[in-house]
């Protein structure tokens, strides 16, 4: 069974552009969780997606936005971008909104 | 709303010695509880959870956690430490709630000294 996969594995971007990073769960698992591991900081949620819908979002700015599809695979946009939004953005499926998450290898943005 | 704190960003034990990684949490409701570990230039994986039942779970590469609810912990244990256990580690906590999130806390870097 394919786990989660997420692309690009590395991204580099300037000031001001837009970065798009895209996630596919496990098949069956219809909840996405997109997290930022920025150094020193852990992981911060970003944005919940069920069933095709935002469920929830964490405090970070409107400029980071994503969606998820029919198929349940999920993007996430960062627009604007700043030096600070360089990190490694995992992604992550379940099954159920408490159970476990699977992982997937993530995103890692850097903004020069 | 839940939260986790992590005692420690970074624990160094000796190969063979006990390994203890504590973990605090917040939740005005049972929580679920998770560890997982993260090797380097990886994702997450699983180590264990609790949900409900027995409070002390096992998880993988004998690893055990114990759920105490009136010290609102979670720590998580190892017996004998490995070189192969280096990595970072981290408690997260969720409620079954389907409009809440899982909260991880900032993680703790576990370094196993020959």
């Known amino acids: 069974e394919a786990g989660v996969t997420q692309s690009p594995t590395h991204l580099i971007k300037t000031r001001g552009q837009q970065a798009t990073l895209r996630c596919s769960p496990i098949?069956?698992?219809?909840?996405v969780y997109w997290y930022q591991q920025a150094l020193g900081l852990g992981l911060q949620f970003l944005l919940w997606y069920d069933e095709g819908e935002e469920r929830n979002r964490g405090n970070f700015p409107p400029r980071f936005s994503g969606r998820q599809f029919p198929n349940y695979s999920s993007e996430l946009n960062v627009n604007a971008l700043e030096l600070e939004d360089s990190a490694l953005y995992l992604c992550?499926?379940?099954?159920?909104?408490?159970?476990?998450?699977?992982f997937g290898e993530g995103s890692r943005l850097t903004v020069l | 709303a839940q939260s986790v704190t992590q005692l420690g960003s970074h624990v160094s034990v000796s190969e063979g010695a006990l390994v203890l990684l504590r973990c605090n949490y917040s939740s005005s409701v049972p929580p679920y509880l998770f560890w997982y570990v993260q090797y380097p230039n990886q994702g997450l994986q699983l180590l264990l959870k609790?949900?409900?039942?027995?409070?002390l779970v096992k998880g993988i590469n004998g690893f055990e956690a114990e759920f105490k609810k009136s010290e609102t912990s979670f720590h998580l244990t190892k017996p004998s430490a490995h070189m192969s256990d280096a990595a970072e580690y981290f408690c997260?906590?969720?409620?079954?709630?389907?409009?809440?999130?899982?909260?991880f806390g900032k993680g703790t870097r576990l370094h196993i000294l020959p």
């Open positions: 098949s069956g698992h219809t909840s």
């Open positions: 609790y949900t409900t039942g027995a409070t």
């Open positions: 992550a499926s379940s099954f159920d909104s408490a159970g476990e998450l699977f």
């Open positions: 997260a906590v969720s409620v079954w709630n389907r409009d809440d999130k899982i909260i």
